[in-house]
């Protein structure tokens, strides 16, 4: 038993989510909505695409980018694949030959988009990208002229971290890229020892990186990195160094000030008393924040969702959570079942931005 509230502000945006059921699909949902629809299946996505993956949305919400390859779980011989979000599988006309040719580069991982750089003339994504047999931080013209290093794509110069990079994702208030810096990273995203980082982009350019105090632990692997819409905050998992974290059924997730600082554990790691399931245990995973703040007062609103496998069924199932700086001080609270989603499918790695989906007639 437990407390019912309303929160006084809405739950902007939309949910496009990874399933493995029946085959590799992205799918998506507003909050409120009673049912899910297909984005993007194999079958649109592309030419002899057969699995698809790891995703985000454009700042316009119109496209998804992701991960794409031509057989499932191949490991690294993964490109980048950019359709709507409508569900119609509609590539941008934007798109020049040189783009498509670095876009089918095999390898990239992760793919992210900002504001600042999503405009005619300037249309960037980022990509975890394999250079030397380590995974660097790769910039991609999507309007690209020329497939030269340096004009249609570049590597973001870290300095001072010489480990390998992962996960990375840009901030929204400045022009940084929150990232995972880690000896050992597989696929883009996947170590056992990994530390928060930042490093400017500076047009491309990079600078000097460095790891965010508080997430960066040598006695814990601390990764999935995401920076709260107004960037005071950054969501990210984190299990004991040496565990691997993929599909880790320690996982919990935490939330710090993006200047570093004591990481606050989410009252929503913890299953309801009755299911008999505890965490850590339930692979409470790959959080992801909303697109949007509201204020009510002195208190900002936040909310994040995430994956778990606390259901009866052991499936990854999607949850939302939300996160309330109150003055400062941060209140968390348990997390919402998501009942629109199909109970019986494996439904992981959410990204909740401003998707442009159409369910029936709401968009």
């Not at 057969?50 to 496209?63: L, N």
């Not at 390898?107 to 047999?133: C, L, N, Y």
């Not at 880690?182 to 990994?194: K, L, R, Y």
């Not at 995401?226 to 691997?244: E, H, L, M």
Request: some cysteine.
């Amino acid at each position: 038993s437990g407390d019912i509230a309303i929160a006084p502000v809405d739950a902007p945006g939309a949910i496009v989510y990874w399933t493995t059921t029946g085959g590799s699909a992205l799918r998506g949902f507003h909050i409120g909505d009673e049912t899910v629809r297909d984005i993007v299946r194999p079958t649109t996505a592309g030419a002899g695409v057969r699995c698809i993956g790891c995703h985000g949305s454009t700042p316009d919400g119109e496209f998804v980018g992701f991960a794409a390859s031509p057989v499932p779980d191949n490991g690294d011989p993964t490109t980048l694949g950019l359709r709507s979000s409508d569900g119609m599988g509609t590539e941008p006309a934007f798109l020049t030959a040189a783009a498509r040719a670095l876009m089918a580069r095999q390898g990239q991982e992760q793919p992210a988009f900002t504001d600042a750089h999503w405009q005619p003339g300037d249309r960037v994504a980022i990509t975890m990208f394999p250079i030397g047999g380590r995974f660097e931080i790769m910039w991609t013209d999507l309007e690209a002229t020329s497939q030269a290093q340096g004009q249609g794509w570049g590597v973001v110069a870290r300095t001072g971290d010489a480990n390998p990079a992962g996960y990375a994702s840009f901030f929204h208030t400045t022009d940084d890229l929150l990232y995972v810096s880690a000896p050992n990273i597989a696929s883009g995203m996947t170590t056992t020892s990994g530390d928060l980082a930042r490093v400017p982009y500076a047009a491309r350019q990079g600078g000097a990186a460095a790891t965010i105090p508080g997430a960066n632990s040598p006695s814990l692997n601390e990764y999935y990195p995401t920076a709260s819409p107004d960037d005071r905050y950054v969501a990210f998992n984190r299990v004991p160094v040496g565990q691997s974290s993929y599909d880790n059924a320690q996982a919990e997730v935490f939330v710090i000030p993006s200047a570093g600082g004591q990481p606050v554990r989410l009252a929503a790691n913890t299953p309801p008393t009755c299911s008999g399931r505890t965490s850590p245990g339930v692979t409470n995973s790959w959080p992801k924040w909303a697109p949007a703040t509201a204020d009510v007062g002195a208190r900002r609103f936040y909310w994040l969702t995430f994956s778990s496998r606390r259901g009866a069924s052991n499936l990854p199932q999607l949850y939302v959570t939300p996160v309330v700086d109150d003055g400062g001080t941060l209140r968390t609270y348990p997390a919402l079942y998501l009942w629109n989603q199909p109970a019986g499918e494996s439904n992981h790695t959410p990204a909740w931005d401003d998707f442009d989906i159409v369910i029936g007639k709401r968009r």
